[in-house]
């Protein structure tokens, strides 16, 4: 089979969830929501690495999501901030972002917070600590390269959106959004990741000098 069906087959069942929130039908759900992450994990077979752990807690994440109740939502949420952990310790190997990056990241995450705060309620700590984890990822993110970057943002933005429901402040097509942006951060980070490694790979194997064989 094609090292690319993985992904097409994500498309699928990413096309079909976004069918099954926009027509608020939980049996879709129920039924495309959790291959996302293990379709990406089972793209990234042959580069198992932390990344690839950080998948595995999405799909935990996105089955506790689907069940209602706020204990699902906090297990979903912890679920969730072990994915962050494990993509910020994977990015970090990668480098240093920059000071402005740090600065800025530090800055939405203390705004976004103090914005929210007051409408949070018990959510308020849970919320505080993920999204820190959160938003250092996506200031790592963007030492890896321009795809994994802008998937983080885009993860970002999708747990910002749930965040801004949690706190009550809905709008017409939320939930669609989160998840156009989720599936489409989730995509962005694997397909980077994977090319970041590939790319590594490459240049290490071509920069390694030949061994010589002694004679016979």
Known sequence: MSSRAPLWLFAVAACVELV???LDERAIQWASKPLLAPLLLWYLW?????VATGLAFAFAGDVALLVPGQVWFLLG?????GTQLCFLVAFRRSGRPST???VAAAILWAGLNALLWSRLGPLRVPILAYSLALTAM???ATAVSARVAAGAVL?????LLIGVGAAGMDFAGRDLVVMSTYA?????IATGWAARRSGAGATAGSAAPPVPHPPR
């Open 100 to 102: 402005a990056v740090l």
């Open 77 to 81: 949420m912890a679920c969730f901030l």
């Open 155 to 159: 993860f970002l933005l999708s747990d």
């Open 138 to 140: 996506a200031a790592w």
């Open 184 to 188: 489409a951060a989730l995509a962005l």
């Open 46 to 50: 042959s580069r198992r690495d932390i």
């Open 20 to 22: 099954g929130v926009a």
